[in-house]
């Protein structure tokens, strides 16, 4: 992997929502689950409003990376979720504070194994630390999960289940 510097990161905003909306998108059309270009549309659409709405209410973060002509290249952000107190992850005390879920974590196809990715993760790992977060979580791809386990993520026994409807 090579290193780069020539972009920077911020803090994205909720008049950057259409772009992380936009990655959001590409992210599960990699992955393969995005099956027509209607639901491409509609999940863009979608998500761009919740998106703003969520900046809004102060229930997601993010940080995007923007190449030295302004282009936003990655991202990443988290959704801040309230939970029920719960024993703390050393098993001293009881936990009351939100979880973060790292959401849209996605680097266009050129930037890709240059180390952005991890930088926008560890600026994700330095704010929930700074924030008192206690865990943050995520639902790893296949191609972020060595990411992921560098930068000391666990797999845990999270299970899924769906509705018949």
């Known amino acids: 992997m090579t290193e780069v510097t020539d972009y920077s990161i911020r803090h994205a905003t909720a008049s950057d929502a259409a772009i992380i909306a936009h990655h959001r998108v590409a992210m599960f059309q990699d992955m393969g689950e995005v099956p027509s270009a209607v639901l491409s549309s509609q999940l863009r659409s979608r998500s761009s409003a919740a998106l703003a709405a969520m900046f ?3 229930s997601y973060v ?3 990376a923007i190449e ?3 282009r936003v290249i990655a991202g990443a952000g988290a959704q801040i979720k309230p939970q029920l107190p719960r024993i703390s992850h050393d098993g001293a005390g009881v936990a009351v504070m939100p979880v973060a879920l790292v959401l849209n974590v ?4 050129a930037w890709r194994r240059k180390g952005i990715a991890r930088a926008l993760m560890q600026r994700i790992m330095a704010w929930a630390t700074d ?3 206690d865990r943050v ?3 790893a791809s296949d ?3 060595p990411l992921y386990q560098s930068l000391g ?3 845990t026994n999270e299970m899924r289940w769906f509705p018949v409807r």
């Open 143 to 145: 191609a972020g999960r």
């Open 153 to 155: 993520f666990a797999p």
């Open 106 to 109: 996605y680097t266009e196809p």
């Open 131 to 133: 924030a008192g977060i």
């Open 137 to 139: 979580l995520l639902h």
């Open 62 to 64: 993010g940080w995007l």
């Open 56 to 58: 809004r209410e102060g």
């Open 68 to 70: 030295a002509g302004g």
